[in-house]
């Protein structure tokens, strides 16, 4: 094959039986790679309403056919598993350079399933697969993890981790490749800890091939230089990075504050991307292949020693920061260290964080629970409950489980900023209503990178965010081309400067395939549609497809979205509509027909 | 006059584009294990050095082969192995101080960078530009310009 590696790696650790599988061609054509592949994998494979922890439940890192490949940003790799934390499909999304190495070691996909005993590694050199004891690692960082693995297997090694959040099986645990880099959200850290899986190791010497060598290096070319004459991707991106939108967004009046009580924050500038750079920014880094170089090299003074980092990113600086009430940028980085280390994720940890401090300011919540007094703007408490969390102990055992059930626990569910139990990223919707209708739909909960419509309405602002007309049509375009970007193996970043035609000739220059813009588009409609259809199995559905009360209810009280509130209803029966749903949000026998679902 | 490969560490961010681009040239497949150029990612400092053949001078290389199989290319200087004459001895890889010539088990015996005939990949790829291609003095004046401003900046701050 070309453009895939054709092979599929399969380990069970209950029996330790390790085979390989040929792709099949049929399936790469339609779900192309990464999030679609692994997603038709887990969709097949997975029996109805298996709880996230049971052995049964399989754990894919899946490259895409470009990962690995020169094309622009093509780093990356998808980690789908079923989410112990919504319940939902999980697709969490990593750089770095391991996901291409899973590629030049000969695959496209490693199936984890089972559960081991004893805590255990995979190391895969090449064709050699193996399952090593990982005792000596656990209990370790990912950063020792990571040191002892090359150690004990090969310096050139690549690892995915997990450190004590994803052991301890806290419900928002992430997986770390490369010390530094993350598929954060839903939990696959935990599902991996479930299954006493430590760490994949792997170093791969083969190489990619490509259908049309020539085509595909002139397609790279031209990508480059629209990346690197882009005013986000060329400019923006690389020199601020991605907190360049602390600023930008809160000067909309949507970055979230203390809880979404508020969409302006005081010490938004103390937390800027023109701050970071100042203060903490040692260089910028790149993913593989990545002319963009988002990634913050940082360095901060803490407790009289010097530490040296990556991050945070916008998202984090937002969920340890203004969520919260905090404006100290060294202590938020600081957390985000810890967050990399702990292997957990930093969005989620800070937003439950938030509503704790809310049920804290709302007297439900007492220092007898908690254990110390938790006041919005607390920063040495959120330091705290960082290692309480990743740890389970004490009140971090209850935020170990994410807002949603920490909130229910406690009798105020509405004080729970999530989605299908997972927690919103850092734009208020009340004052970008396409992000709204995003965060209710997003197949894996709230989340920002299924359809990140705020490109649209507040970076390039093409469209009027305060608006609902118009963007039922506009999230289903983001959403189904996010789906081919991630299944391709590309950073979702590219596509401020990158369109469909911009990836097309990468991938048919690649595979062979004749895809053509509407086939590809379909791909990505057809792994949005699939993904519904597992979670519609799972047992969610129309209800679930909803927003916070507080983004429905309770307008924005200031600044230039003030008034505002989520107009989800119609918006709703709008994009139902337009997926070619029926009221209930299921796909009609129609469109599973025109999608080859049915 | 001819151009050296120029590489600013300063401004590579780890991407390793270069090593991607070399070996598809090189070998028609992605593959940074058989690139003629290597990024060097510290990880406790997250910093990164590309590294690459410099064509010396006077190459120790070329002087160890017993074959004469290594000699200079007269229109881009790059130092090249024939592979004609190569017999496969590897005595070239370990005498190179800088570790720039690799056996990477494919089917030349040894491999190194021969500047692409004078259009290096590496360096129209590389996004950062911390790999040039530059007459030498070119960057020896670029990079006095950068630090006589500096250097001006700071004296007119300074009371003496």
Redesign the interface.
């Known amino acids: 094959m070309y453009g895939w590696m054709g092979t599929i790696l399969r380990v069970n650790l209950s029996t330790g039986a390790i085979t390989k599988e040929k792709l099949d061609e049929n399936l790469a054509r339609d779900y192309i790679g990464a999030r679609g592949l692994a997603s038709k994998t887990l969709y097949d494979e997975l029996p109805p309403r298996t709880d996230p922890f049971d052995p049964a439940n399989l754990l894919i890192f899946a490259a895409g056919p470009l990962t ?3 094309a622009t940003s093509a780093s990356r790799y998808n980690v789908v598993t079923k989410s112990p934390l919504t319940g939902a499909i999980a697709a969490s999304n990593s750089g770095g ?1 391991l996901p291409a190495e899973i590629r ?1 070691a000969g695959y496209d996909m490693i199936i984890v399933e089972g559960r081991s005993e004893e805590p255990v590694y995979l190391w895969i050199k090449d064709d050699q697969v193996e399952i090593r004891s990982a005792k000596a690692m656990w209990g370790k960082g990912t950063r020792e993890t990571d ?1 002892l693995i090359r150690d004990e297997t090969d310096d050139e090694a690549k690892i995915i981790s997990i450190g004590i959040a994803g052991e301890k099986l806290v419900r928002f645990a992430g997986v770390i490749n490369d ?2 880099r993350a598929a954060g959200r839903s939990g696959v850290g935990a599902v991996m800890g479930s299954k006493n899986l430590k760490a994949v190791a792997v170093r ?7 259908k049309d ?1 020539a085509a595909f ?1 002139e397609a ?2 031209r990508n ?1 230089a629209k ?2 004459s882009g005013p986000v991707t060329g400019e923006g991106l690389p020199t601020y990075g991605t907190a360049i939108l602390v600023n930008v967004i809160n000067s909309h009046g949507i970055l979230p504050t203390n809880n979404f009580q508020l969409g302006e924050f005081a010490g938004a500038e103390a937390i800027s991307g023109e701050t970071l750079t100042r203060d903490l920014l ?10 963009i ?1 988002c ?1 913050r ?1 940082t360095e901060i003074n803490w407790e009289g020693n010097r530490e ?3 991050g945070p990113e916008y998202e984090s600086i937002w969920a340890l920061g203004a969520a919260c009430g905090i404006s100290d940028l060294e202590l938020i980085t600081k957390v985000n260290f810890l967050c990399n280390e702990y292997g957990m994720d930093p969005i989620t940890l800070g937003a439950t964080v938030a509503c704790a401090m809310e049920l804290f300011a709302e007297g439900v919540l007492t220092v007898e629970e908690t254990g110390m007094p938790l006041h919005f703007g607390d920063g040495q408490g959120l330091l705290e409950l960082t290692r309480k969390t990743a740890m389970r102990e004490g009140f971090g055992d209850v935020l170990a489980e994410g807002s949603a059930r920490l909130a229910e626990k406690y009798g105020r569910p509405e004080l729970s900023m999530s989605s299908k139990k997972q927690e919103y990223p850092a734009y208020d919707p009340r004052g970008s209503q396409g992000i709204g209708l995003g965060y209710a739909t997003s197949n894996r909960g709230g989340c920002h990178v299924r359809g990140y419509t705020i490109g649209a309405e507040i970076v390039a602002a093409a469209v009027d965010p305060l608006t609902s007309a118009g963007k039922a049509k506009l999230l289903i375009d983001v959403q189904d081309f996010t789906c081919v970007v991630d299944s391709v193996g590309m950073c979702l970043f590219t596509t401020f400067s990158l369109g469909v035609d911009d990836v097309l000739p990468l991938l048919n220059a690649a595979t062979g395939v004749d895809y053509t813009t509407e086939s590809l588009l379909q791909a990505g409609e057809r792994i949005w549609n699939l993904e519904r259809l597992f979670n519609l199995r799972e047992g969610l559905g129309r209800e679930d497809d909803s927003l916070a009360p507080r983004l429905l209810q309770e307008p924005l009280p200031a600044g230039p979205a003030k008034g505002n509130v989520v107009e989800l209803e119609s918006m709703l029966n709008e994009y139902y509509q337009l997926r070619g749903w029926d009221n209930e949000g299921r796909p009609t026998g129609e469109k599973l027909q025109a999608l080859g679902l049915g | 006059m001819s151009r050296t490969l120029v590489i600013d560490p300063k401004l590579c961010t780890g991407c390793r584009l270069c090593e991607l681009v070399c070996s598809f040239k090189k070998t028609e497949t992605y593959n940074p294990a058989r690139a003629r150029i290597r990024t060097i990612v510290m990880e406790d400092e997250i910093a990164f050095v590309p590294m690459t053949c410099w064509q010396c001078e006077e190459p120790v290389c070329q002087e160890v082969c017993p074959t004469g199989a290594i000699g200079r290319d007269a229109a881009t200087d790059a130092v090249l192995i024939s592979l004609e004459r190569c017999i496969g001895c590897k005595m070239c890889m370990m005498v190179c101080p800088f570790g720039n010539i690799q056996s990477n088990g494919a089917k030349e015996p040894v491999v190194k960078c021969d500047l692409c005939g004078g259009e290096p990949e590496c360096v129209l790829f590389c996004p950062t530009k911390a790999l040039q291609y530059l007459p030498a003095d070119k960057f020896t004046l670029a990079r006095k310009k950068r630090i006589a401003e500096k250097f001006r900046s700071i004296l007119e701050e300074v009371e003496w």
């Open positions: 690995g490949t020169a350079y030049y040191a010390r530094e791969g010497t083969g190489g990619i091939k490509i060598g290096r790279v070319l480059l990346i690197k040692v260089r910028n880094r790149g993913c593989l292949a990545c002319p170089g990634g090299v040296r980092g990556e």
